[in-house]
């Protein structure tokens, strides 16, 4: 029981530096073109991030079931998993760079089902059939996700910018910056949304998988009446794990997240408001339809590479390429990091064989 008071505390702690860590992302173009002030953009995000992480489980059961073998998933294999994202994700925060909470999570978590299971690579799912028909695992739902989707954010965003760009090219500059100010409020309401319906489900899917672990293995057998909530015989995410990952995430969001609103809303690019408009929605659309497919994408690659796409339809130089280039090494160093922090922390726990 001890473990999984662990492993609750560390799911929420991880959860509140997601919240200010990934939702610093989706604020930080509607800061940096002053349409919102930063504590506006804050309660804003924040009150968007809770509603959309009240809806959807798809991701959660991705995270839950789809990558790992769950027979060798304890509460240590949890707890290393939740550790090794949330070093990670503050280490490049204190760097100021976007990483990828979400891949951070799931290197963690990998890593340490592969220590837990003994080194036997067989216990990573990485192509499997769903009972839907649907193709799920770690290389559909992760590895091509990874790929595909921060290169759809710049082609898309790219794409959007210049159809804007043409449709308004009569128009005065002061106009368009009155109407996409105002239209910037609902694309970044749009974005704090898509962040909470996504990022969210993956702190509910790490937690359900340990009340469905301490279910099996009996952890809340002797547990008094009060706490049968606890019990979970199927993976199904609890309404309680949905509203205080919401909350929590919410909260993380109102904390904010200086550091990396700085690197994403001035260092890379700087952004009028029809360009945070096009970066947002392009960013926006491409999170909502990962969610509805389950797939746990980075929402910080998806919306760095649409401010990187419309950034380049002023000119390729208007991108700082040198920052791109930190943010790129972070996203590639994140999977391979954490899945070996998560491996080492669960040797260290002492579980090496498969239980």
């Not at 990934?22 to 504590?39: C, E, F, G, H």
């Not at 947002?280 to 509805?292: D, P, R």
Request: proline content about 4%.
């Amino acid at each position: 029981m001890i473990f999984f008071l662990l492993v609750l505390l560390a799911a929420f702690v991880f959860e509140y530096i997601n919240g200010f860590h990934d939702s610093a992302n989706a604020i930080a173009t509607v800061v940096s073109t002053k349409v919102l002030t930063p504590r506006q953009a804050i309660l804003w995000a924040a009150f968007w991030n809770l509603f959309g992480a009240l809806l959807g489980t798809a991701v959660a059961t991705t995270i839950g079931q789809g990558l790992v073998d769950t027979s060798v998933v304890t509460m240590p294999t949890v707890l290393a998993a939740l550790l090794s994202a949330i070093i990670w994700d503050l280490f490049t925060w204190w760097l100021g760079l976007p990483s990828s909470s979400s891949h951070a999570l799931i290197g963690g978590l990998c890593g340490a089902a592969l220590a837990a299971a003994g080194g036997k690579w067989s216990v990573l799912k990485w192509s499997l059939t769903d009972a839907q028909g649907a193709q799920a695992g770690l290389w559909p739902k992760i590895v091509l996700p990874m790929i595909t989707s921060p290169a759809a954010g710049f082609v898309i965003g790219m794409l959007l910018m210049f159809l804007l760009m043409v449709a308004l090219q009569k128009v005065t500059p002061r106009i368009i910056s009155l109407i996409f100010g105002k239209a910037q409020l609902f694309s970044s309401g749009f974005l704090g949304f898509s962040h909470g319906s996504n990022d969210a489900q993956k702190t509910m899917g790490i937690i359900t998988l340990a009340l469905f672990t301490g279910t099996k293995s009996g952890v809340f057998a002797s547990a008094p009446d009060w706490l049968s909530f606890l019990r979970t015989p199927v993976f199904d995410v609890p309404i309680w794990v949905k509203i205080s990952c919401a909350l929590t995430m919410a909260a993380g969001t109102a904390g904010g997240g200086w550091r990396i609103i700085r690197t994403m809303g001035h260092k890379m690019v700087k952004l009028q408001p029809i360009q945070g408009f096009a970066s947002e929605t392009t960013a926006s659309l491409i999170i909502h339809v990962a969610t509805t497919i389950g797939a746990p994408i980075s929402t910080t690659h998806v919306i760095s590479t649409s401010i990187m796409g419309v950034g380049a339809t002023k000119r390729f130089s208007a991108v700082k390429w040198g920052i791109v280039e930190r943010i790129v090494w972070a996203w590639v160093l994140t999977l391979p990091v954490t899945g070996l922090t998560g491996y080492l922390l669960m040797r260290l726990l002492g579980v090496t064989g498969v239980r």
